[in-house]
């Protein structure tokens, strides 16, 4: 089984940048398909991208698409999101999630890291 760590969050003003880092480890995360997601207060748990396990495909929500990047370096068994631009409204706890190849669903999960978007 595979334990995720994420780290990278913290402060940022309105059009600044960060970068989130997701350590895997416990077993081979490239045979892993890897996703962020976010929860802001009072609302729900939401996708924001997620990437295969070659790191071929991405697939990104619309509200983040073009500014955010993720990416993933199977040798150091790290996954990252790449934020730029940010606005207010991604003010969020993203958590990153995996699940082995050819699964549905996300099964594992991290902690979570706060990203907060000054005005």
């Known amino acids: 089984q595979v334990q995720l760590v994420e780290s990278g969050g913290g402060l940022v003003q309105a059009g600044g940048s960060l970068r989130l880092s997701c350590a895997a480890s416990?077993?081979?995360?490239?045979?892993?398909?890897g996703g962020w997601f976010r929860q802001a207060p009072g609302k729900e748990r939401e996708f924001v991208a997620d990437i295969s396990w070659s790191g071929s495909m991405r697939t990104y929500a619309d509200s983040v698409k073009g500014r955010f990047t993720i990416s993933r370096d199977n040798a150091k068994n790290t996954m990252y999101l790449q934020m730029n631009s940010l606005k207010p409204e991604d003010t969020a706890v993203y958590y990153c999630?995996?699940?082995?190849?050819?699964?549905?669903?996300?099964?594992?999960w991290g902690q979570g890291t706060q990203v907060t978007v000054s005005s």
């Open positions: 999630a995996a699940h082995p190849r050819g699964w549905g669903s996300y099964n594992i």
């Open positions: 416990g077993r081979t995360f490239s045979s892993y398909t």
